[in-house]
């Protein structure tokens, strides 16, 4: 299949995806090599639809779009290239609906294949970055973003993040005390990045919250946010934007402890940013690999260095002949 349709396409098919690309040129300020990307690989879906007698967008059923996921693994795209192909459609579906052009989006709960290289359990720095550089749309998914980016900033554990109230929160000192397991309460820096996504919450938290209520993050009803439904919006996330793999809480935990000890080599730091009681605990979390451990080891230990302890040689230590 080619990647782009080999007859000229119908208005009804070709119209929204022009109208989708200048709005996500003007309104989005996407850059035009990602404007180009959605705009490929939409017309490559139209072409398919096309030639299925599919002429309009409100025909493209979950089962219809199934099909063409399969129709893009025959051809030989890797699960990454399917990821991507059905987060345009997603994000192209949602200004559809927003146009009133559409009526529900096919694309929502459905997957890319797994590829050779899946999201791993430790999500890369640049994967991550992906995740956490998209826009979010409205207020909810405003709040999301920097819940996101909090708890992958500070390592913040589910029940640390839902159980967070406004005063603990300190945006001038870039601070966040959070209380752990046993009650135990630890006080924690706040990166730029989740400062910013603060910042951009906290207005809109004002107009959302009921009356006295002391959460830092609450539901559209005002009420603090359960546990289900962090997960649920984290997961919500990871599929809008294209993630190969659920997204969890403990994801964004993990990838914070495995970067920081890759970054710094201190466990000792780590364990007291996590909060862990047992540094035994916080070793599950390394994943640094063999010859990284082995660059450190050569470097850092003196008796583990090429030519001993590097001090001053002379002839007289080395061995006889």
């Not at 979010?136 to 405003?142: G, H, Q, R, S, V």
Request: contains cysteine; hydrophobic residues 35%.
């Amino acid at each position: 299949m080619s990647d782009s349709p080999a007859a000229p396409l119908p208005d009804a098919l070709s119209q929204p995806i022009a109208a989708f690309i200048r709005h996500l040129a003007s309104e989005k300020r996407h850059s035009p090599r990602t404007c180009d990307s959605y705009q490929r690989d939409l017309l490559r879906l139209a072409g398919w639809m096309f030639e299925r007698n599919l002429g309009r967008w409100q025909g493209l059923t979950n089962h219809e779009l199934r099909r063409y996921v399969a129709t893009l693994s025959r051809d030989g795209l890797a699960g990454r290239s399917i990821a991507r192909h059905l987060s345009a459609t997603r994000r192209f579906y949602q200004f559809l609906l927003r146009e009133k052009l559409a009526s529900d989006n096919p694309a929502l709960d459905i997957r890319a294949p797994k590829s050779g290289r899946p999201l791993p359990k430790v999500a890369d720095v640049d994967q991550l970055n992906h995740l956490l550089d998209s826009q979010p749309d409205d207020p909810l998914e405003i709040r999301d973003l920097c819940m996101f980016e909090l708890m992958y900033s500070s390592g913040l554990r589910l029940a640390e993040l839902a159980g967070l109230d406004l005063h603990r929160i300190d945006l001038k000192g870039g601070e966040v005390r959070v209380l752990g397991k046993g009650s135990k309460e630890r006080l924690l820096p706040v990166g730029s990045k989740a400062l910013a996504a603060l910042r951009a919450w906290l207005p809109h938290r004002a107009s959302l919250a009921s009356d006295g209520e002391p959460a830092l993050f609450v539901s559209q009803r005002g009420q603090r946010l359960s546990h289900r439904s962090i997960q649920a919006r984290l997961n919500r996330w990871g599929i809008i934007h294209g993630a190969d793999q659920r997204l969890h809480p403990h994801l964004l935990r993990h990838s914070f402890a495995s970067h920081m000890l890759e970054s710094s080599g201190d466990l000792r730091a780590v364990q007291e940013l996590l909060g862990h009681a047992d540094i035994a605990t916080t070793q599950v979390y390394t994943h640094l690999d063999f010859q990284h451990l082995a660059r450190v080891y050569d470097q850092s230990h003196p008796r583990a260095r090429r030519g001993g302890y590097h001090g001053n040689t002379t002839e007289d230590d080395s061995p006889s002949r």
